[in-house]
């Protein structure tokens, strides 16, 4: 699915961003040779840059929760709360009306859905309501992944403007969150069992 790549290259372009400005790369940002985690993603851009960064604006949180139902569960949540859960934060991300007059000038139509052309999120009650056959996957329509991967280009064109304003001057280890907690990892990592 195309959300699912989208994300990810998000993610590795917002890890590879922090590397190219912060060092060592491999202690802070790809620690074990693995890319860090959430937390000390969302940690780095909100603490290390001058214009601090919210990780989960633009809907990529939603973004990413899509993603991860595919990643982890071939589209289909785990429990129908789960199901809700993910879809009201796509549906107040994204909007789920009809194609736009530019959206049909890209080739686009119809009307945008998370899961399946027949269920709505109801923010009222909480949960997906559909008119048919109740569809436990998420059944994204072309619309709506256009439009998710649209705010994902923006979101990562707004991370670049808050590296753009530049780095907090005391990214030491005592005067930096991300700095201290990502030192503290380490330092119990390097103790012996």
Same mark, same amino acid.
């Given at each position: 699915?195309?959300?699912?790549?989208?994300?990810?290259?998000?993610?590795v372009?917002?890890?590879?961003?922090?590397?190219?400005?912060?060092?060592?790369a491999?202690h802070?940002?790809?620690?074990?040779?693995?890319?860090w985690?959430?937390?000390w993603? $969302?940690?780095?851009? +909100?603490?290390?840059? =001058?214009?601090?960064? @919210?990780?989960s604006?633009?809907?990529? !949180?939603? &973004?990413?929760?899509?993603r991860?139902?595919?990643t982890?569960g071939?589209?289909?949540? $785990?429990?129908?709360? +789960?199901r809700?859960? =993910?879809?009201?934060? @796509?549906?107040?991300?994204?909007s789920s !009306?009809? &194609?736009t007059p530019?959206?049909?000038a890209?080739?686009?139509?119809?009307?945008?859905?998370?899961f399946?052309?027949?269920?709505?999120?109801d923010?009222k009650?909480?949960?997906?309501?559909t008119?048919?056959?109740?569809?436990?996957?998420a059944?994204?329509?072309?619309?709506?992944?256009h439009?998710v991967?649209?705010?994902i280009?923006?979101?990562?064109?707004a991370a670049?403007?808050?590296?753009e304003?530049?780095?907090?001057?005391?990214?030491?280890?005592t005067?930096?969150?991300?700095?201290r907690?990502?030192?503290r990892?380490w330092?119990r990592?390097?103790q012996?069992d």
């Amino acid at each position: 699915m195309a959300i699912t790549r989208a994300v990810s290259l998000a993610e590795v372009t917002l890890a590879r961003m922090a590397a190219a400005w912060v060092g060592p790369a491999h202690h802070y940002v790809f620690p074990m040779g693995n890319l860090w985690s959430r937390q000390w993603e $969302a940690l780095f851009y +909100r603490t290390v840059l =001058v214009k601090p960064f @919210l990780m989960s604006a633009n809907g990529f !949180s939603a &973004a990413r929760d899509l993603r991860d139902l595919y990643t982890h569960g071939y589209g289909v949540p $785990a429990t129908e709360e +789960r199901r809700s859960q =993910v879809a009201q934060s @796509l549906y107040s991300n994204f909007s789920s !009306s009809s &194609a736009t007059p530019e959206e049909h000038a890209l080739g686009f139509d119809g009307e945008a859905y998370f899961f399946g052309q027949f269920a709505r999120f109801d923010p009222k009650a909480g949960r997906i309501v559909t008119y048919l056959g109740m569809s436990k996957r998420a059944e994204v329509s072309k619309l709506a992944a256009h439009r998710v991967m649209r705010q994902i280009a923006i979101h990562i064109h707004a991370a670049h403007a808050s590296f753009e304003a530049g780095l907090r001057t005391d990214l030491s280890s005592t005067g930096n969150k991300f700095v201290r907690t990502a030192t503290r990892w380490w330092e119990r990592r390097s103790q012996p069992d």
